[in-house]
DNA sequence: TCGATGTGTTCGTCTTGACGAACGACTTCC
DNA sequence: GGAAGTCGTTCGTCAAGACGAACACATCGA
């Protein structure tokens, strides 16, 4: 991550904080239940998620494997305009061989992480992300079927070999709109 | 991830200690001199990297900007050089909803960059790639139809949706099995 | 109204991680 | 040879994390 910009004050105890009591209220779970399932205390957690104390690995992966959020994600979790490439038509950079075409979609920004993610998704309630930190930019390339895909307010509807990049700091949106829909996420962030 | 296998023991403190000595010596430094810029004792060095202990959150944290190393990477075991993920079997990072699976593929290491390209290819003959620079690996996520890449001398045939990454700095192929053939191809280097 | 159960917090105690000095083992160089 | 410089380890001390009980508060039902 993020050692880039490192706060030299140490790890974002802020950070750890807000994972912990965000991943527990969207697991809909106590305090007291999590505490207990992990095997601490609860007055641990609790001084955790107000963002005292610093906490051993032990304790954090023992909440990590609790809340099953990876590990990482409490520590540095993904700090969260919309650009369209409708396949066949990407227009940048190709490198081209008789049976053979790439096409750059997205070059890396200095100072950044991407994240590879493979989405599958089935027909049903839209899928509403809830923002990320700021600075993070999401990249799709839809592979098979159908999806909308962007900021919830205004998603696009993909085809396979369309790409569209948004950012993840606003509400998203992922709804397939096929069986079997498939993509490739990449999760973009400073 | 990592933490489906949970050893209920806790966190895998001697993964911690290899990664720990593994990067240290990477980076050809002494004990004295890593805990010395990370700002801790290295008495807690020596016994971190002994397996001894549990190390606090902040702890790690500085050890891992210090190695210049993902703080996830000092938790979890080191992947192979050629990793492959098949459609639906991620094993690593799940974030699931009822109707909506995202896999985490590949987490970004520091200091890098990453292009997405989409490649379209037909049948035909082999499409073999010069070896990049050193340190350069590329994944790939295929699409639709059918292919053979990876590594020259030893290929993996892909199906939709699954995934490979593999060294970019020796010779390596695409070979598409299939018409209308499409993957993701991010080309990762430093 | 009053208990009963749930929430998350605070407080005293004890355990334990982190520190720094001292240590033995090992090279290098005069 | 031995003085000086590394290397990583061990040990006693102190600060801090983890624990559990007690706490204040909200909700519910008899």
Redesign the interface.
């Known amino acids: ?1 993020a ?2 910009e ?1 706060s030299p004050g ?2 974002p105890r802020a950070v ?1 904080a807000a994972s912990l009591q965000r991943e527990r209220r969207r697991a809909g779970l106590s305090l007291a239940e999590v505490a207990r399932r992990a095997g601490i205390a609860k007055s641990t957690l609790s001084q955790l998620e107000s963002g005292t104390g ?5 304790t ?3 909440l ?2 609790t809340l ?1 959020v ?4 409490l ?2 979790p993904p700090r969260p305009r919309v650009q369209i ?1 409708r ?2 038509e ?1 227009p940048a950079f190709r490198a081209e ?12 920004p ?1 100072h ?14 839209a ?1 509403e992300s809830d923002p990320h930190m700021p600075g993070v930019v999401e ?1 799709v ?4 079927g159908r999806a909308l895909v962007g900021i919830a307010e205004d998603p696009v509807e993909l085809a ?2 369309d ?1 569209v990049a948004y950012p993840g700091d606003l509400a998203h949106v ?1 709804r ?1 709109l096929e069986p079997d829909t ?1 993509a ?3 999760s973009e962030h400073r």
Chains 1, 2 share one sequence.
């Open positions: 991550m050692h880039d490192n140490g790890p750890i610093n906490p051993s690995v032990e954090l992966w023992a990590s494997v099953d990876p590990f990482a994600q520590v540095e490439i396949a066949g990407g061989r008789a049976d053979y075409v790439a096409t750059l979609l997205a070059s890396s200095p950044t992480r991407r994240d590879i993610y493979l989405v599958s998704a089935e027909p049903g309630t899928r990249h390339v839809l592979s098979t396979p070999g790409y992922f397939a498939l490739v996420l990449v």
